[in-house]
């Protein structure tokens, strides 16, 4: 393993940030945090921290082709 090598460093972003990155109220989030089906989040101190990774996994694990695709279905 090279050790120069280097890792690209972990972005965060807040509750307010990560709703403005998906277009979502921070409300949404806190309230998904609350009953499940939200992206991933870190509890950083008394922070709420989003992994700008996490969001954009979250997000993609949510596309659909068509109404009738069987992930459309379980969004409900």
């Known amino acids: 393993m090279d050790?120069?090598?280097?890792?690209?460093?972990?972005?965060?972003?807040?509750c307010d940030e990560a709703g403005a990155h998906l277009k979502l109220s921070p409300r949404t989030l806190e309230k998904m945090r609350t009953?499940?089906?939200g992206p991933r989040f870190r509890k950083l101190g008394r922070r709420v921290m989003y992994s700008?990774?996490?969001?954009?996994?979250?997000?993609?694990s949510r596309a659909c082709e068509?109404?009738?695709?069987?992930?459309?279905?379980?969004?409900r």
């Open 3 to 14: 050790k120069h090598a280097t890792t690209p460093a972990a972005v965060y972003l807040t």
């Open 35 to 37: 009953i499940g089906g």
């Open 52 to 60: 700008l990774q996490d969001l954009e996994a979250w997000a993609d």
């Open 66 to 75: 068509s109404t009738s695709d069987p992930v459309y279905a379980s969004l």
